[in-house]
């Protein structure tokens, strides 16, 4: 099984350009997540989606919008690139009914100039 | 919300020996504690979790103990290995009943020297 699958896994972007990172799971999770990590910050909560059709924010959602698309994908827009975007972006699915693990992908590393 | 503190932020151990890294929370309420462990260039990985209605929890070298009542929660790696090096982050969890929202700590960089 792959798990959860992020592409891209690099991206360097200008300030200002749009684009969309993408999220796939093949666990038949329910819930799926998106997270931020800085350094010396941990990882923060963007958005996420307790089950397909619905979105809620996290922690740190401004600047952010997603979409899940169904049960397996969950993408991150970044509408306006800005230079404290510059992150390391991880997708997650969880089971949820008792069984809270997450399952994290490999990570996106975004630079914006 | 809640809020997970994470310490020591950096810890050196020599092969052999035990390591231990303590998390705080201040959401009485939280009753999920997972650990996870990140490799260079990887996601987290769980390695170890714990639930309210119990204390401690053992698998091979690795346990966690959680205090509910003082509202912390610690890892303990025994017998130490270089395959341990990495950074170590703890969460907890505030789920609404439909998605466990874990909310982690700042991380611990782990090194085990020869």
């Known amino acids: 099984n792959a798990g959860v699958t992020q592409t891209p896994k690099f991206q360097v972007l200008k300030t200002g350009q749009s684009m969309t990172l993408q999220c796939a799971q093949d666990?038949?999770?329910?819930?799926m997540y998106w997270y931020r990590q800085d350094p010396g910050m941990g990882l923060r909560l963007i958005y996420y989606?307790?089950?397909?059709?619905?979105?809620d924010k996290g922690e740190v959602p401004n600047g952010y919008n997603v979409s899940r698309l169904n049960k397996r994908e969950f993408s991150l827009r970044l509408e306006s690139a800005a230079p404290s975007q510059t992150s390391v972006y991880f997708c997650?699915?969880?089971?949820?009914?008792?069984?809270?693990?997450?399952?994290f992908g490999s990570g996106t590393r975004l630079t914006v100039v | 919300g809640e809020n997970v503190e994470q310490h020591p932020s950096t810890l050196s151990v020599q092969e052999g020996d035990s390591a231990v890294i303590k998390c705080t929370y201040s959401?009485?309420?939280?009753?999920?504690f997972p650990w996870y462990k990140q490799e260079l260039g990887k996601g987290p990985q769980l390695i170890i979790d714990i639930r309210s209605n119990v204390g401690e929890k053992k698998d091979q070298r690795i346990a966690v103990t959680l205090n509910k009542t003082a509202k912390h929660f610690s890892l303990h790696i025994t017998e130490t290995q270089p395959e341990d090096s990495a950074v170590y982050f703890c969460?907890?969890?505030?789920?609404?009943?439909?998605?466990?929202?874990?909310?982690f700590g700042t991380g611990t960089r782990l090194q085990v020297t020869l």
């Open positions: 969460a907890a969890s505030q789920g609404d009943g439909t998605a466990s929202k874990l909310t």
């Open positions: 959401d009485s309420a939280s009753n999920y």
């Open positions: 997650a699915s969880s089971a949820n009914r008792g069984h809270y693990g997450y399952t």
């Open positions: 666990m038949n999770h329910n819930s």
């Open positions: 989606s307790a089950s397909e059709g619905t979105t």
